[in-house]
């Protein structure tokens, strides 16, 4: 062996502490894959699908002229961006309350002069345990939630009451 | 003249032994923050001040189409920044009763609304005690007539609290 050869074998010595070192760095990294797979992936159900979230219009009077029908866009007035498209529409004469006159009772009645309207939007998203769903990835959307939406012929304040993920 | 190397140690130290145990040190903070910090629940911090306490907030005459939305164990949190207000552990739909005037006999009287629900929700937590009968959680007061916008997982609504109960005593 010449002193060449020997010097280089010299350099490139590994000692106990560098494979100590190797071991630990590798443990931290399988640690960090292993809280990931375990906590973040657990934490987060569905990521970039489609959800159905349903919504209510209460009393959208007849003569008002608005319109929303299936394939619709649906915008939010807030920041004026797309929060989906209308995949069902259903409609039913608007529900309202009243006190009956004799015993003063809170009773509830239909008045076929104006429209409850009930809209089914496909939204993209995510939805974790412990946050929610998040419209397009940003805003979190829950059922009791009231958004100001509008469309093309339609623009009202509708009541989140459902969420399901789009099952295939 | 020659210059004489210093005498090494067994195991002595370099330059990259150095900046690989910076990166351990580097990893291992990294994977304790990961592990531990789940959100808002570590950021209460514990004191001799810290009491772990059960509230009650309540919803009162929500369309009947809202039933269902909250589980047990579900996260509250502060609708504005998000932020852990508790867990759920228990939790009630009922029927709305309203007020109202019997203009026949004069006098007021109530009964239950239809599809009209009030939602009662259970929280625990650990919260710090600001006076006696009012906590905080992550600042937000706790106390009973207080009103806050919460979000659940698949619910959000404007609850007022009505009730907290310290583990040993009850403020209501």
């Known amino acids: ?168 | 003249m020659k210059k004489t190397a210093k005498p090494k140690g067994k195991y002595s130290f370099n330059i990259i032994d150095v900046l690989l145990l910076l990166v351990i040190v580097l990893s291992v903070a990294a994977i304790v923050f990961l592990f531990f910090y789940e959100g808002g629940d570590a950021k209460i911090e514990e004191s001799d001040n810290t009491y772990e306490i059960v509230y009650t907030v309540k919803q009162e005459q929500l369309p009947g189409i809202l039933r269902g939305k909250i589980n047990m164990g579900d996260a509250m949190f502060t609708l504005q920044g998000q932020k852990m207000l508790g867990r759920v552990i228990d939790f009630s739909y009922t029927n709305s009763e309203v007020k109202y005037f019997n203009p026949t006999d004069k006098v007021m009287s109530s009964s239950s609304v239809e599809d009209k629900i009030d939602l009662t929700v259970k929280v625990n937590t650990k919260a710090t005690k600001v006076a006696e009968n009012i906590f905080e959680v992550n600042g937000q007061l706790i106390s009973v007539g207080q009103t806050f916008e919460v979000g659940f997982p698949y619910y959000t609504g404007t609850v007022v609290c009505t009730a907290v109960s310290v583990m040993g005593g009850v403020n209501e």
């Open chain 1, 1 to 168: 062996m010449t002193a060449n050869e020997n010097s280089v074998r010299k350099k490139i010595r590994i000692s106990i502490i560098d494979v100590i070192i190797v071991i630990t760095v590798l443990a931290c990294i399988a640690g960090g894959v292993l809280h990931y797979r375990v906590y973040e992936n657990n934490n987060k159900v569905i990521t970039d699908d489609v959800f159905y979230v349903s919504m209510r219009f209460s009393s959208i009077e007849n003569s008002s002229g608005q319109k929303i029908e299936t394939g619709d866009s649906l915008y939010l007035n807030d920041g004026k961006v797309l929060l989906g498209t209308v995949n069902e529409v259903t409609e039913e004469d608007a529900s309202f309350y009243y006190n009956d006159e004799v015993t003063g009772e809170l009773k509830k009645g239909k008045d076929p002069g104006a429209k409850d309207i009930s809209v089914v939007v496909e939204i993209k998203g995510e939805l974790t345990k412990e946050n929610g769903f998040l419209a397009n990835g940003v805003k979190y959307v829950a059922a009791g939630m009231i958004l100001d939406v509008y469309s093309d012929m339609f623009s009202a304040k509708g009541l989140i009451f459902d969420l399901e993920a789009k099952t295939e």
